[in-house]
């Protein structure tokens, strides 16, 4: 269990290894393996995807599309208290997802220039779940009611298969809520390489979206820099937690924040900073109590040895701090905690107060919990419906409008050097002048 940090104590490069993140794997074996399951896929195929499957997953497939027949009866055998959880979550989404639809804009910048900004959904998205020890039917809420409140044409959905080759009926269930009709066994790296360049069973897309391992991650990346690939929603790293507390806040709560983002896995990160030592010193306590009642404490506990327990002089040092490490969920627990939110500058999601546990966003309060990891979050957003749409420009110009703003197009192409640009302009208002009633 690691200890009390006295931030004051700390030369500036100690501050920097008290918020660092854990070490990512090998950078150049990773890109060199993505890139070699990248490259198969782009030429074998479904063949690839079926190999690479047996290999990880130890599955051997026949069919990469999950049978309708399978779907719906593996959804029939889920319990009712299950799908009213995932209805309810699926509808709290939904909500605040709705809300974030935006206005198209239309504008007369000058008499007879009309300029317009329109939004429209993206038509082809593929969604990825991540496999691993536990199903993610929240993961499918977060992006399948984005997709389908975007309106966009095709949503598909890949995700490993379990080791009877099919998938959780809690993930079927969320999939179909969200109108998803296209789920593909398949996980990993090469996952992402079938949705971005397509396969005679998985249709190309044009954007990505979904969290993943370290392989998941740097795919993405791979396929985004492609000129033939597809878009992605974000960067990402392992999963994180900040709390931030004072004196006021209870360190059960404390502890059972840092422990729910911990056992997401054994590279996640939990970190406490506070202007009260018995605070820290009783969450330590209460962590350890709470890490042995766990099914999964040996990943919280190894996830633990990479969090920090840190002591600020006051609440400003906390919030500098807090700002500085740019954390994907950031939970105030303090006095007056819906007031320091607009001086918390970075995270990816903020949790307030007492009874704002970083769970209510994962499942179902109603925000993404697809967010940006590793410091990412100082310029990336959490995700949200905008990511599923892409807004473009109109203008339409009248015979007054050129005549107003052609002079002026003219002359700054002229000082540009681009005489191909004025001379656009200078063809109209010349057949303006020779036409009767040009104006």
């Known amino acids: 269990m690691p200890t009390l940090t006295k931030w004051s104590s700390l030369s500036e490069r100690e501050k920097e290894l008290a918020l660092s993140r854990p070490a990512l794997k090998d950078n150049i074996q990773l890109q060199e393996t993505v890139k070699d399951i990248i490259a198969q896929v782009r030429k074998s195929g479904d063949n690839a995807l079926k190999h690479f499957c ?33 209805d309810l979550a699926y509808e709290n989404i939904r909500l605040f997802h709705q809300a974030q639809y935006p206005k198209d804009i ?66 079927l269930y969320a999939a179909k809520k969200c109108g998803i009709q296209e789920i593909y066994l398949c996980g990993g790296a090469q996952a992402i390489a079938a949705m971005a360049f397509g396969t005679n069973t998985i249709p190309k897309v044009d954007k990505i979206f979904g969290p993943g391992n370290s392989f998941v991650t740097e795919a993405k990346q791979q396929v985004s820099q492609t000129f033939d690939g597809a878009a992605i929603d974000m960067p990402a790293g392992p999963s994180e937690v900040l709390v931030l507390a004072d004196k006021d806040a209870n360190p059960a709560f404390v502890a059972s924040d840092l422990l729910s983002q911990a056992e997401h896995g054994a590279d996640s990160q939990a970190i406490l900073v506070s202007d009260n030592e018995t605070l820290i010193t009783r969450t330590i306590t209460e962590l350890e109590n709470q890490l042995n009642k766990l099914p999964r404490k040996d990943i919280a506990a190894a996830s633990i040895a990479n969090s920090r ?131």
């Open 106 to 171: 239309e504008i007369e910048t000058t008499p007879g220039v009309i300029c317009q900004q329109k939004h429209s959904p993206i038509a082809r998205v593929g969604l990825y779940v991540p496999g691993g020890t536990a199903p993610l039917p929240s993961t499918v809420l977060m992006l399948g009611v984005s997709a389908q409140v975007a309106g966009c044409e095709l949503a598909i959905l890949c995700t490993p298969p379990n080791k009877q080759g099919t998938v959780a009926p809690e993930i």
């Open 54 to 86: 047996e290999k990880f997953d130890g599955v051997s497939l026949g069919s990469l599309r999950l049978p309708k027949e399978i779907i719906e009866s593996s959804i029939s055998g889920l319990s009712s208290d299950v799908c009213e959880a995932i």
């Open 309 to 439: 327990f840190i002591l600020c002089e006051d609440i400003n040092k906390c919030i500098e701090v807090t700002n500085t490490y740019a954390a994907e969920h950031l939970i105030v627990q303090t006095e007056d905690a819906s007031i320091l939110v607009d001086k918390l500058a970075n995270a990816g999601s903020i949790f307030v107060g007492p009874w704002s546990p970083e769970s209510a966003g994962d499942y179902a309060s109603g925000t993404n919990h697809v967010l940006p990891t590793y410091g990412y979050s100082r310029t990336y957003s959490s995700l949200g419906l905008l990511d599923f749409m892409r807004r473009y420009t109109v203008q339409t110009l009248s015979k007054k409008g050129i005549r107003s703003i052609g002079p002026a197009i003219m002359t700054l192409a002229s000082a540009e050097g681009l005489d191909a640009h004025k001379q656009a302009v200078a063809l109209r208002l010349d057949t303006l002048d020779k036409m009767e009633g040009g104006e």
